[in-house]
């Protein structure tokens, strides 16, 4: 295409020719073929929007479908004379003036002049006004009477970006659309399918970056194009698009962010200096980063990303992986960091070491565990307490645990330790054959009742066939366990659950009776104290809460496990 005499720009090559080819202004498209389609034609429009969202091409489709020599159909033939000479900008009845070079008020004048004739060969003649805010005050006025004794064969079509600069008097008397930016999604499938017509290799992630140079606006974006088609030629490398759009390749951001999250310092300072190489600005980078974080943000914090951000789908998709493990507080803790730091990168003599120090300080925060988060892990302690398939029969006695050796480390306090480390079986109950907490977990998800009770129990003797159960003499528990139909029940329990006739017996453990192993429930009691205490010491020594100290002045005084 560029080995051609001559090249068309694709701005006007494919400018849209109908209705159905005007990309991301469907509500516009809608209301005028309804009104088309009903007879219901206003006879002053006014289209306002940013540039290059296709105001001025649907003034023309506009004009072609009222003029079409097909008759008044929702969208013109493009085919009969009055189309063809409307798409070339040659009908004697269509005019197109330029509001910012025809603003006096003798153009308006003339135009009056014009339009008191009636149309050569169409039925209307149609006055487009573009850029209709520039237009003097004179001239506005001069236009208003018009306005107010429209003739019947005469439309007006006025398209600005800066309707609030307009007499009240002319807003009134139009019907008034709003044309939007055009969409990211939108923009890259325009120009993959003008992509496939000019038979040019591209990536999407090119067209992504294409779209985006654009801004919203489907003009600009394929000017952008155009620059990359002229530089590239038919075959387009994502590096040739980053570098001539003066871009940061977003996988470069999205590297430098992994790496962020995963404390990854050397990955960091390496992304910064591939976009130092490439000349990049420093502070636009810094920009990027942000604008990425805030991405990212959305992405974790509301259930439909894609209809708040500007983000093609595959995009979207990358991020949404990037994220599964990290909170939307610790993105945002970075978010604030980028946005100081971006501030104070308008002065600085050396913008590469802000972004270098902002990364790293970033790179090495403290993940921040959600008190939620913290809430779940000790309720699902809890749970394993109780019901964890690990804990053997035998191993229920808990004597202290072992002095760490030097050089081993003390176990986590959030996580729970093996119960193994806790206990220490005595030979003879190595040969257990059952396991209690097993047990007590089958019997509560058959008896609720009768597993509450045996929660309470303490296994104090078992041999094939016999199962002690002690529970504290006068305790409630005591005597529901004596009652001879529960010691029936779990009978037949336990014989399912071993696979042998087993005997059950109730007896009473007396205070102080030091020899009984813990019931569950005590355990458990246990279990919660000492994950408390863990909690508390984790929290006191949290570098956020010492930070939150320090700032306050304050102390923990109390926590709680709601
Ligand atoms: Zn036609």
Not at 491 to 507: C, H, P, S
């Given at each position: 295409m560029s080995t051609g005499t001559h090249y068309e720009v694709l701005a006007r090559k494919y400018r849209p020719q109908n209705f159905s080819e005007l990309a991301g202004q469907e509500h516009v498209s809608r209301t005028l073929q309804n009104a088309i389609d009903s007879g219901r034609v206003a006879h002053a429009f006014l289209f306002t929007g940013a540039r290059g969202v296709g105001k001025t091409s649907t003034a023309r489709i506009m004009a072609k479908t009222l003029n079409c020599e097909r008759g008044v159909t929702h969208e013109p033939c493009n085919i009969c004379p009055q189309c063809i000479e409307i798409t070339k900008g040659t009908s004697t009845d269509v005019f197109e003036i330029?509001?910012?070079?025809?603003?006096?008020?003798?153009?308006?004048?003339?135009?009056?002049?014009?339009?008191?004739?009636?149309?050569?060969?169409?039925?209307?003649?149609?006055?487009?006004?573009?850029?209709?805010?520039?237009?003097?005050?004179?001239?506005?006025?001069?236009?208003?009477?018009?306005?107010?004794?429209?003739?019947?064969?005469?439309?007006?079509?006025?398209?600005?970006?800066?309707?609030?600069?307009?007499?009240?008097?002319?807003?009134?008397?139009?019907?008034?659309?709003?044309?939007?930016?055009?969409?990211?999604?939108?923009?890259?499938?325009?120009?993959?399918?003008?992509?496939?017509?000019?038979?040019?290799?591209?990536?999407?992630?090119?067209?992504?970056?294409?779209?985006?140079?654009?801004?919203?606006?489907?003009?600009?974006?394929?000017?952008?194009?155009?620059?990359?088609?002229?530089?590239?030629?038919?075959?387009?490398?994502?590096?040739?698009?980053?570098?001539?759009?003066?871009?940061?390749?977003?996988?470069?951001?999205?590297?430098?962010?992994?790496a962020v999250f995963a404390g990854d310092t050397q990955t960091v300072l390496a992304g910064v200096k591939q976009v130092d190489l490439v000349g990049y600005n420093m502070r636009q980078f810094c920009q990027e980063l942000i604008e990425h974080f805030r991405n990212l943000l959305v992405i974790r914090s509301v259930k439909k990303p894609e209809e708040i951000l500007d983000l093609a789908a595959a995009e979207l998709e990358e991020l949404h992986k990037q994220l599964l493990h990290i909170s939307a507080l610790d993105i945002q803790r970075r978010l604030t960091l980028f946005i100081k730091a971006e501030s104070e990168m308008a002065y600085a003599s050396f913008p590469r070491l802000i972004v270098e120090m902002v990364l790293l300080k970033a790179a090495l925060l403290a993940p921040l565990v959600p008190i939620q988060e913290l809430i779940e892990k000790i309720k699902s302690l809890e749970t394993a307490a109780v019901h964890t398939p690990s804990l053997p029969w035998e191993a229920v006695r808990v004597v202290p645990a072992p002095a760490p050796q030097p050089g081993e480390a003390p176990s986590s306090p959030t996580r729970p330790s093996h119960p193994a480390h806790d206990v220490a079986p005595t030979p003879a109950q190595t040969a257990g054959h059952t396991d209690w907490g097993r047990f007590v977990a089958y019997v509560n998800e058959r008896e609720r009742l009768l597993g509450s009770v045996l929660e309470h129990g303490s296994p104090v003797k078992q041999e094939t066939g016999l199962i002690e159960i002690g529970f504290p003499a006068g305790s409630y528990y005591?005597?529901?366990?004596?009652?001879?139909?529960?010691?029936?029940?779990?009978?037949?329990?336990?014989?399912?659950?071993?696979?042998?006739?087993?005997?059950?017996?109730?007896?009473?453990?007396?205070?102080?009776f030091a020899d009984a192993p813990l019931s569950l429930a005590e355990k458990k009691k246990n279990d919660a104290e000492q994950l408390l205490e863990d909690l508390k010491r984790e929290v006191e020594n949290h570098p956020v809460v010492k930070e939150a100290e320090r700032v306050f002045g304050s102390t923990v005084t109390d926590v709680r496990n709601y």
């Open positions: 330029d509001g910012a070079s025809n603003n006096g008020v003798d153009d308006v004048r003339d135009l009056r002049e014009n339009i008191r004739y009636l149309p050569s060969h169409s039925r209307y003649r149609i006055i487009i006004i573009d850029e209709v805010h520039m237009l003097s005050t004179n001239a506005f006025n001069a236009l208003l009477k018009t306005l107010e004794e429209p003739p019947e064969h005469v439309k007006f079509i006025f398209a600005t970006t800066e309707p609030h600069k307009l007499p009240i008097t002319i807003l009134s008397r139009c019907q008034r659309f709003d044309f939007k930016r055009v969409t990211l999604p939108k923009i890259i499938a325009r120009l993959r399918e003008i992509a496939g017509k000019e038979s040019v290799t591209i990536s999407d992630t090119s067209l992504a970056l294409i779209a985006r140079k654009g801004d919203g606006s489907m003009r600009d974006s394929l000017t952008a194009f155009d620059q990359v088609l002229a530089f590239c030629g038919n075959s387009v490398s994502d590096e040739d698009v980053a570098t001539l759009l003066g871009a940061i390749d977003r996988r470069l951001l999205a590297e430098i962010s992994a005591l005597t529901a366990a004596l009652e001879a139909e529960f010691i029936a029940e779990v009978q037949v329990l336990a014989r399912v659950f071993t696979g042998a006739e087993t005997v059950i017996r109730v007896k009473a453990i007396e205070a102080g």
